[in-house]
C-alpha cells in the first residue's frame, strides 16, 4: 500500500527477514552492512525496530527505539534453545539491539517486568503500549463452515471445542494441559469436550514439543480421541475455529501479551487462561485462570467452564466488550507519542 506522504527505501538483503529471525539464524555481514548503508542515507529523526530480531546496526548519532515483546527466551531459555549455540545467536541479537537503543518498546506491565529482571533494561527507559485483534475477529451468530472443518479434523459435530493457537514449544505448557484435561475427562459430564491444538508445528530454530505430544497421545487412547491438530490455518479460517469454540485456552508459563486470547475474546469467546505472564492483564474478568504448574488447577478450570453454560454466556459478553477496548489505532498512537517524546526530548538536549 502506497501513502502520499511516505517515501520508500527498498533494500534487497541476501537472507529473508524470516530466515534471520530463528534461533540458529542471523543476518550475513553483507545484509547488514546495505542495509546500515541505506538507514545512513536517509534524513531520518528515528529508527524504529519492530521486533529485536529485525535490529540491524545504524549509525550512533541515530535515535533508536526497538520493541522487545517479551523475554520468554532468557526467562526460559532450556525450553526455548534446543542447543547453546542457537541461545548465543540469539542473546547477541538482543544484547546489541538493546544496547544500541535509546529506549525499549514493550506490549503489557508482565512483559516490561520480565525485561527489567531478565535482560536487565531499565524500567525507566521501557514504553508500554498493547496489541490488539484485527478487524477480521468478530462474534457470527452461526459460522457455516464449522461442521465441515471438523469433519476435516475429525471432530465430533455438538461437543464442546477448546482450542490452543500458538507454537508448540515446551514454555506453552501444553503437555502439562493434556494432564489437566485428562483428569476432567474423568468427570462424568465432560465427555463431550475435545481440544484443538492450531499452530505451526515446525519449532524453526526453536524447540518443539509437536513429537513428544504426538507420542504422547500415541499411549493413551482416550485422550488420543479428544485430542486434535491443524497445521496453520488462514485468519478465515481462524475466524471460524474461534467462533465454534467453546473456550480458547492459553496455558502458557508467560506471555508477552497473548494474542490467540485477544482475539478469541473479540468474537465472544471466554479463556481458559494461565496465571502468569500478561495473561491476567490482558484477559482480566473475561476467563477462567489455574495454575500452568498444576494439573489438578487446570482440571478444575475446565470442569468448570465446561459444566456452566451461563459462566460460558457470561464471560462471552465480557470478553466481547473488553476486547474492544485493545485496539491497533489506540496502539499506533501510543507509539507516535513515545516517538514524538523521545525527539523533542533530544532536540531540547
Not at 33 to 40: E, T
Not at 120 to 126: E, N
Not at 316 to 334: D, H, M, S, V
Amino acid at each position: 500500500m502506497a501513502w502520499p506522504n511516505v517515501e520508500y527505501v527498498r533494500v534487497y538483503p541476501q537472507r529473508p527477514l524470516t530466515e534471520s529471525a530463528t534461533a540458529r539464524n542471523r543476518r550475513s555481514i553483507v545484509d547488514m552492512l546495505q542495509l546500515y548503508k541505506a538507514v545512513a542515507s536517509c534524513p531520518l529523526d528515528l529508527m524504529f525496530f519492530p521486533a529485536a530480531y529485525s535490529w540491524f546496526p545504524v549509525p550512533r548519532r541515530l535515535l533508536t527505539l526497538v520493541t522487545l515483546h517479551d523475554a520468554i527466551p532468557e526467562h526460559f531459555p532450556k525450553m526455548v534453545f534446543p542447543d547453546w549455540k542457537s541461545r548465543m545467536f540469539w542473546n547477541l541479537k538482543v544484547k546489541l539491539a538493546v544496547w544500541q537503543s535509546d529506549r525499549v518498546l514493550t506490549v503489557s506491565q508482565a512483559a516490561k517486568k520480565e525485561i527489567t529482571e531478565f535482560i536487565g533494561v531499565q524500567a525507566s527507559l521501557i514504553d508500554v503500549i498493547s496489541e490488539a485483534p484485527g478487524p477480521i475477529f468478530r462474534k457470527i451468530v452461526d459460522p457455516e463452515s464449522a461442521p465441515e472443518f471438523r469433519e476435516h479434523n475429525n471432530i465430533p459435530l455438538n461437543t464442546n471445542l477448546i482450542v490452543y493457537v500458538g507454537g508448540m514449544a515446551p514454555h506453552k505448557n501444553i503437555h502439562r494441559f493434556l494432564d489437566g484435561l485428562s483428569l476432567a475427562l474423568k468427570h462424568p459430564d465432560l465427555e463431550d469436550v475435545h481440544l484443538l491444538l492450531v499452530g505451526d508445528y515446525a519449532g524453526a530454530g526453536f524447540h518443539s514439543n509437536y513429537e513428544s505430544l504426538q507420542q504422547r497421545l500415541d499411549q493413551d487412547h482416550k485422550l488420543k480421541k479428544h485430542v486434535h491438530f491443524s497445521n496453520f490455518v488462514s485468519d478465515e479460517q481462524l475466524l471460524v475455529i474461534y467462533n465454534d469454540a467453546m473456550a480458547v485456552t492459553m496455558p502458557s508459563l508467560s506471555e508477552g501479551f497473548g494474542l490467540p486470547a485477544i482475539e478469541a475474546m473479540a468474537c465472544g469467546v471466554p479463556v481458559l487462561a494461565s496465571n502468569r505472564g500478561s495473561l491476567p492483564e490482558v484477559v482480566g474478568d473475561a476467563g477462567v485462570f489455574f495454575d500452568p504448574y498444576n494439573e489438578d488447577s487446570i482440571s478444575r478450570a475446565i470442569i468448570k467452564l465446561s459444566c456452566d453454560q451461563q459462566l460460558r454466556q457470561q464471560l462471552g459478553e465480557i470478553a466481547q466488550a473488553r476486547a474492544e477496548t485493545f485496539t491497533w489505532p489506540k496502539a499506533a498512537k501510543l507509539t507516535m507519542g513515545f516517538m514524538e517524546s523521545m525527539i523533542d526530548k533530544h532536540e531540547r538536549n
